[in-house]
């Protein structure tokens, strides 16, 4: 009877799964920030675009060109806080990427070192049950006198 495989570092082999598993977690979440800031810059251009597309309509008075040029620098200072706010975030998201990567090598280390010993008991197990045949085999050969 070929004896269990026991990989001595599973509970190693855990932890780094767990810990891959927050990595991934993390760059998602990541990932969602980015796109939502993504989309917010992009809404708050859109709007500037709408905003100068309207530029004729702002000159029928003083205050109406006073209102639409501070709209205008409003919608201007908006968008470079949320370009510096994307440009962190994809910052974020690449640190996110890069540690997911690492955590996902540091887990399949492991796996590749558990298959080799796997391999290896398999390997031993049945050069010692071919052994043990053997010897059984030799043991109860009995020749025959001719």
């Known amino acids: 009877m070929p004896r269990r495989f026991n990989f ?13 598993e ?14 939502a800031q993504a989309e917010k810059l992009d809404e708050l ?5 709408s905003h100068l597309a309207a ?8 205050n109406d060109m006073w209102l639409w040029r501070q709209y205008k620098d409003a919608l201007s200072q908006d968008i470079s806080v949320a370009r510096v706010d994307l440009n962190s975030l ?21 796996e590749k070192l ?12 049945n050069a010692r049950e071919e052994k043990e045949n053997d010897e059984m ?6 020749p025959h006198d001719y």
Do not use: G, M, P, W
């Open 8 to 20: 001595k570092l599973d509970k190693v082999l855990d932890y780094r799964e767990q810990l891959e």
């Open 22 to 35: 927050q990595a991934k977690a993390a760059l998602a979440r990541a990932q969602a920030a980015r796109d």
């Open 45 to 49: 251009e859109s709007r500037l675009a």
């Open 55 to 62: 530029e004729t309509e702002s000159r029928e008075s003083a």
């Open 90 to 110: 994809e910052l974020k998201l690449q640190r996110s990427r890069t540690e997911a990567v690492e955590r996902s090598k540091d887990k399949k280390l492991l």
């Open 114 to 125: 558990k298959q080799t010993q796997a391999k290896r008991h398999h390997d031993q197990e």
């Open 137 to 142: 085999a030799t043991i109860r050969f009995e």
